[in-house]
């Protein structure tokens, strides 16, 4: 059974660009979660989704997207990057919308 | 609107002693809390969660504590050790949707 892995581990993009991370849930998991976690912050709740539908958003802006495909990984976009956007975006997939969530190493974006 | 607080920003404590890891929450509705664990360059791994029916959950060396009428609750590590030194996050939801609040993190530190 593979846990959750996310990719790429590391990235650096340029204000206003656009970026796509990727998450492939841990197996039979339905349920996946994103969080931005900025520096000396804990993880901030963005959005969740569960079986292809959005169930659910933080305080997150439009420009904050994602997708959740048939196999139940996820993507994550950010339009119209800003340097505040700077982060490490975790993602964590559970077996449903409210049990314990498990949480993959993190994708690291710079904007510079 | 920080709705759930960890005062302390780190802790440091002797092999074999006593861990305490306080955490302070706002929000009323909430009714599950959970710890989770952080080493560096790896996504939180849960650690201990409690229900708000509940004052006390305990497995092995880790206890939750829960004080409602105070929004407070307490994670004990007996005895500490050394590969305890992590960030240690407490956080929160309510029911209906896993949108778990996190706490800004505490660094504990287990020195040999």
């Known amino acids: 059974e593979t846990g959750v892995t996310q990719s790429p581990t590391h990235l650096i993009k340029t204000r206003g660009q656009q970026v796509t991370l990727r998450c492939s849930s841990q197996?039979?998991?339905?349920?996946v979660s994103w969080y931005q976690q900025a520096l000396g912050q804990g993880p901030q709740f963005i959005f969740q989704y569960y079986r292809e539908e959005e169930n659910g958003r933080g305080n997150f802006p439009p420009r904050f997207s994602g997708l959740q495909f048939p196999n139940y990984s996820s993507e994550l976009n950010v339009n119209a990057l800003e340097l505040d956007d700077s982060a490490l975006y975790l993602c964590?997939?559970?077996?449903?919308?409210?049990?314990?969530?498990?949480f993959g190493q993190g994708t690291r974006l710079t904007v510079v | 609107d920080q709705q759930v607080k960890q005062n302390s920003p780190s802790l440091s404590v002797q092999e074999g002693r006593i861990s305490i890891l306080n955490c302070d929450y706002t929000?009323?509705?909430?009714?599950?809390f959970l710890w989770y664990k952080k080493y560096p360059a790896e996504g939180p791994t849960f650690l201990i969660s409690i229900s708000s029916i509940k004052d006390k959950n305990e497995d092995g060396r880790f206890t939750v504590f829960l004080n409602k009428s105070a929004k407070h609750l307490s994670l004990h590590i007996v005895p500490s050790q050394p590969g305890d030194s992590a960030v240690y996050f407490c956080?929160?939801?309510?029911?209906?949707?896993?949108?778990?609040?996190f706490g800004t993190g505490t660094k504990l530190q287990v020195i040999p």
């Open positions: 964590a997939s559970s077996v449903d919308r409210n049990t314990e969530a498990f």
């Open positions: 197996s039979g998991h339905n349920t």
């Open positions: 929000n009323s509705m909430f009714d599950y």
């Open positions: 956080a929160a939801y309510s029911g209906g949707y896993q949108k778990v609040t």
